[in-house]
Nanobody, 125 residues
């Protein structure tokens, strides 16, 4: 059974940092790309970042470039999203998801087959 477990959300002040974790099971880690997505109330789900575990390539949404960093730990079968310089507009439920092989630069949610539950990130001003 494929499972993705997202964790690490919480309440943080603007300018602060959080690290999200996505631990996976049920598939070969190196064969999949893991993406982070977020959805704020009343808004569509958007791609935040993605890492292809087969070659380490990564992508970021324009709104988070330079502030967020995605990384992967094969030994722990976990993908991290380090979020720095957080802004109130980063407030959302964050999800991790998996698709076979590689990321797509535009990170369309419909191309990710497996999804974890969300973790709420709230950034106060």
């Amino acid at each position: 059974e494929v499972q993705l477990q997202a964790s690490g959300g919480g309440l943080v002040q603007a300018g602060g940092s959080l690290r999200l974790s996505c631990t996976v099971s049920g598939f070969t880690f190196d064969d999949y790309a893991i993406g982070w997505f977020r959805q704020a109330p009343g808004k569509e789900r958007e791609g935040v970042s993605c890492i292809s575990n087969n070659d380490g390539s990564s992508y970021y949404g324009d709104s988070v470039k330079g502030r967020f960093t995605i990384s992967s730990d094969n030994a722990k079968i976990t993908v991290y999203l380090q979020m720095n310089s957080l802004k109130p507009e980063d407030t959302a439920v964050y999800y991790c998801a998996a698709r076979y092989l590689s990321c797509i630069a535009t990170m369309p949610p419909r191309n990710f087959r497996y999804w974890g539950q969300g973790t709420l990130v709230t950034v106060s001003s």
